[in-house]
């Protein structure tokens, strides 16, 4: 890829970072203290569980390289805003939805370039072909973190300091950020159509069921220890991740990996229409229990 194609990727990845900072508030830090034991439940399964259920589906799978790539990058992700809007939809717990994106997000900021080499070093064929691709790898750990860190720290300062400010700035910074998303899945369908062709078979069932594996993940790992709206909550976080820092790390510091690259922005689009049926499946039970409820008292 171009390098000034690349240093405009890393760009767009440091300003996807700072709009999702500008969007925490003081109150989702606050939550974390009141609930550290479901914060913390919920984010060992998001942030360890998927990864290691991820590499346990490849190893099952055996995918090419550049899938199981993909796979990786998405599984180390941070959870996707769109999950608090699913959570909301869905009668879930909106609040530990916020925090367990929060999390995620700090998380990823301060070591995600290490989760995705780690995970990745652990199967032999992504080894390899990060090897093949000459991937500096000391270079990636620390531009990603730099890439990611300041801006992240930038936006939660000027999120606690100057709340007003950092509204008014996330009213632009994140539909830009949305349309930089857009923009980079609309060109990477159009320039790896063949690709998507060749791999589609083989892309489409993996990630239809890595993503259901990954909400199954979240609810069953819910029922052990939450109540059922934080159990709702768990299932749209573990399920639905930040795919759109996720592939701007494919373009951006990976090279442009077309298989790994066409398997998260495809993750990108299914998760939203998994997400959206899912939740108004939640919402209808929630109506039926209801009325069935009051039925009862009536």
Known sequence: MDPFVQLMLSISLGFTMLAVALDLKPADFAFVRTHPRSVLFGSVVQLLGLPALTFALIWILSPPPGIALGMLIIASCPGGSVSNLLT???????????????????????????????????????ADLLNEIELDRVKFVISTAVTLILPLFAGVWVAHKYPVLAAKLNRVFLPTAIAILVILIVTGILTNRALIVDYAGTIFPIVILHNGLAFLLGYTSGKFALDARKTRALTFEVGIQNTGLGLIIVLAQFGGIGSAAVIVGTWSIWHIFAGFLLANIFRFREKKRLAAMISSEG
């Open 88 to 126: 909301r939809i869905g009668r879930g717990d909106t609040a530990y939805s916020v925090s367990l994106t929060m999390i995620s997000t700090v998380f990823a900021g301060l070591l995600l370039p290490f989760t995705i080499l780690f995970w990745t070093s652990l199967y032999r064929p992504t």
